[in-house]
C-alpha cells in the first residue's frame, strides 16, 4: 500500500488523476472502477479538464460503478446514475454502452448482480477502481462486518451511512435509502489497482485504521493493506491520526522518476 500525503484535497485528486490518465493513454481501452460522493469530485473535474484541454481520450474506456442505492430510478436527482452523468459522463466522449451502473430499479437484484459481475469478467476485470472510505471504515456500500469474499449484492446501510449521506437528501435521514446494490470487497480486490481517496479530519481514524491497524472485517477497508497495488491519496487532515506520516512522505518524495505519477 502506498500513501500519498497532499496539502489539501484539490492537491491529492490531481495527483490521483495523473494515475487515471496515465492508465488510460497506456491502455486507450482501459475499465474503470469508479465512486460516487464528494470525495471524487475535483478527480472527476480534473479528468474532465484533461479531456477537453489535453486530449485525453474514453471512447474506447469501459467503466464499472462501485454501487447505487436500492429503490431509487436512475433519473432521481440523488441517484448515482444521475451523479455520474452530471459530474463525469457528460463532459468527456464516452460512449454510453459502456457505461455500467447497478441497476436499484432491478425486478430480480439477486439475478442484476451476477449478471453485474459476469459483465465485468466478460470485459476483462477492472483495471483501476477508484474507492473512498467512510468514517466507519466502509468501502463502497461494504459495511462493516462485511465478507472479504463478498461479491455484488443487496446491503443493508448502517444508521451511521445513513446519517452520514443525509446532507444528500436535506438533512433528512428519513429520505435516504437504507438499501443498495455494491460491488463486494471481493470484487474490489480483483481490480488490478486499487485507488483510495480520503479527505479532511473527519477520516483521519478510519485512514490509520485502514492503513496501519490490523486486517479486520471491522475495518473493510483494511483489506487493502493485501492488495498488491493499492494507492491511498489523502490530504493533511485526513493524515493526522498515522504514526508513521514521516516516512511516508519520505518514501513518496524519494521515488525514481519512472514510479512517480507523471
Known amino acids: 500500500m502506498e500513501i500519498i500525503i497532499k496539502e489539501n484535497g484539490e492537491a491529492a485528486s490531481e495527483a490521483?488523476?495523473?494515475?487515471?490518465?496515465?492508465?488510460?493513454?497506456?491502455?486507450?481501452?482501459?475499465?474503470?472502477?469508479l465512486a460516487t460522493g464528494s470525495t471524487p469530485l475535483v478527480l472527476y473535474r480534473e479528468l474532465i479538464r484533461l479531456h477537453k484541454e489535453d486530449g485525453l481520450d474514453f471512447s474506447q474506456v469501459t467503466t464499472f460503478n462501485l454501487?447505487?442505492?436500492?429503490?431509487?430510478?436512475?433519473?432521481?436527482?440523488?441517484?448515482?446514475?444521475?451523479f455520474m452523468w452530471k459530474n463525469l459522463f457528460s463532459?468527456?466522449?464516452?460512449?454510453?454502452?459502456?457505461?455500467?451502473?447497478?441497476d436499484g430499479m432491478a425486478d430480480?437484484?439477486?439475478?442484476?448482480?451476477?449478471?453485474?459481475?459476469?459483465?465485468?469478467?466478460?470485459?476483462?476485470?477492472?483495471?483501476?477502481?477508484?474507492?473512498?472510505?467512510?468514517?466507519?471504515?466502509?468501502?463502497?456500500?461494504?459495511?462493516?462486518?462485511?465478507?472479504?469474499?463478498?461479491?455484488?449484492?443487496?446491503?443493508?446501510?448502517?444508521?451511521?451511512t445513513v446519517t452520514d449521506n443525509a446532507r444528500f437528501f436535506d438533512g433528512d435521514e428519513n429520505k435516504v435509502p437504507h438499501h443498495c446494490i455494491t460491488m463486494g470487497i471481493g470484487t474490489i480486490m480483483d481490480a488490478r489497482m486499487n485507488l483510495m481517496?480520503?479527505?479532511?479530519?473527519?477520516?483521519?481514524?478510519?485512514?490509520?485504521?485502514?492503513?496501519?491497524?490490523?486486517?479486520?472485517?471491522?475495518?473493510?477497508?483494511?483489506?487493502?493493506?493485501?492488495?498488491?497495488?493499492?494507492?491511498?491519496f489523502i490530504d493533511e487532515p485526513a493524515?493526522?491520526?498515522?504514526?508513521?506520516?514521516?516516512?511516508?512522505?519520505?518514501?513518496?518524495?524519494?521515488?525514481?522518476r519512472w514510479q512517480q505519477d507523471a
Not at 490521483?16 to 472502477?33: D, F, Q, S, T
Not at 485504521?209 to 497495488?229: T, Y
Open 108 to 160: 430480480d437484484i439477486p439475478l442484476s448482480c451476477a449478471t453485474y459481475e459476469s459483465t465485468i469478467i466478460a470485459n476483462g476485470g477492472i483495471d483501476l477502481q477508484v474507492l473512498g472510505i467512510g468514517s466507519d471504515g466502509h468501502i463502497g456500500f461494504n459495511e462493516p462486518t462485511s465478507s472479504f469474499a463478498s461479491r455484488t449484492r443487496i446491503k443493508t446501510l448502517t444508521q451511521q
Open 239 to 256: 493524515a493526522s491520526a498515522l504514526t508513521l506520516s514521516d516516512y511516508y512522505r519520505w518514501v513518496y518524495d524519494g521515488k525514481p
Open 197 to 232: 481517496l480520503a479527505f479532511g479530519e473527519g477520516k483521519a481514524e478510519a485512514v490509520a485504521a485502514m492503513v496501519e491497524g490490523p486486517v479486520s472485517a471491522i475495518m473493510p477497508a483494511s483489506i487493502l493493506q493485501h492488495h498488491p497495488a493499492a494507492k491511498v
Open 67 to 82: 454501487d447505487e442505492y436500492a429503490g431509487l430510478e436512475k433519473e432521481h436527482e440523488q441517484s448515482y446514475h444521475s
Open 16 to 33: 490521483a488523476a495523473r494515475v487515471v490518465a496515465r492508465l488510460v493513454r497506456e491502455k486507450p481501452n482501459a475499465v474503470l472502477g
Open 91 to 102: 463532459q468527456i466522449n464516452i460512449h454510453p454502452e459502456k457505461v455500467h451502473i447497478p
